[in-house]
């Protein structure tokens, strides 16, 4: 139990095109999902939190009109990369979990390339 | 604020060794931690947690006892594998708002043959 999916796992694109990432929890309805960047060798830095319905919150330094998320329903949360720059190139991860709950469970992660 | 301290790698072990990987952390009140480990090329999973004082969370022979006198939860293994090859993550769960995780950088493990 407690999966959570990611897609597309890897996506490469244009400078200035938008990329869109999905994250699903498979199994269970994820009140609250995480969005996450993480840079080569480096430590998870959290960009935002979600909840289902309502706007996300995000970590203060990350642009939330560059960073578009959308938790349209308890089992799906969206991340778009708007007008994606070579410097958003990263590994975005998500996670999910349960109201009340203490535990993450995170996704597989997406490698976006831009080009 | 809250914080999480690891132990710097690359730690470097040949098969069957002995495994310590410390951890300790800065908190206002009593988080919940964690042991996550990354594969190369994957998301976190978690290892095992531990949510109060003199708890041990275990799980595939790894286990980190939560020591509030000393605010430290290290990560142990008996005998380590190759396949336990990895990056490891400590982190905390803050107890307000959402529970947010707070993390440590990693720890990276290489285990030999």
């Known amino acids: 139990g407690a999966v959570v999916s990611q897609h597309p796992s890897w996506v490469i694109c244009k400078s200035g095109t938008s990329v869109k990432i999905e994250c699903r929890s498979l199994?269970?309805?994820?009140?609250?999902m995480f969005w996450y960047r993480q840079f080569p060798k480096q430590s998870l830095m959290l960009m935002a939190t979600?909840?289902?319905?309502?706007?996300?919150?995000?970590e203060q330094g990350v642009e939330k009109d560059k960073f578009l998320i959308n938790h349209a329903s308890l089992t799906l949360s969206t991340l778009t990369v708007t007008s994606a720059h070579p410097e958003d190139s990263s590994f975005y991860i998500c996670?999910?979990?349960?109201?009340?709950?203490?535990?993450?469970?995170f996704g597989p992660g997406t490698r976006l390339t831009v080009l | 604020g809250n914080s999480v301290t690891q132990m710097e790698g690359p730690v470097t072990l040949s098969e069957e060794a002995f495994l310590t990987i410390n951890c300790t952390y800065t908190?206002?009140?009593?988080?919940?931690l964690f042991w996550y480990v990354q594969y190369p090329g994957e998301g976190l999973q978690l290892l095992l947690k531990?949510?109060?004082?003199?708890d041990k969370g275990s799980n595939k022979g790894f286990e980190a006892t939560y020591r509030k006198e000393t605010t430290s939860f290290h990560l142990e293994k008996g005998s380590v594998q190759v396949s336990d090859s990895a990056v490891y993550f400590c982190a905390l769960s803050d107890q307000t708002g959402f529970q947010k995780l707070v993390f440590g950088t990693g720890t990276r493990l290489l285990v030999s043959p």
């Open positions: 531990a949510t109060k004082a003199d």
């Open positions: 979600s909840n289902e319905g309502s706007k996300a919150t995000y």
């Open positions: 996670s999910a979990k349960l109201a009340g709950a203490d535990t993450q469970y």
């Open positions: 199994d269970f309805q994820a009140t609250t």
């Open positions: 908190a206002t009140g009593y988080p919940s």
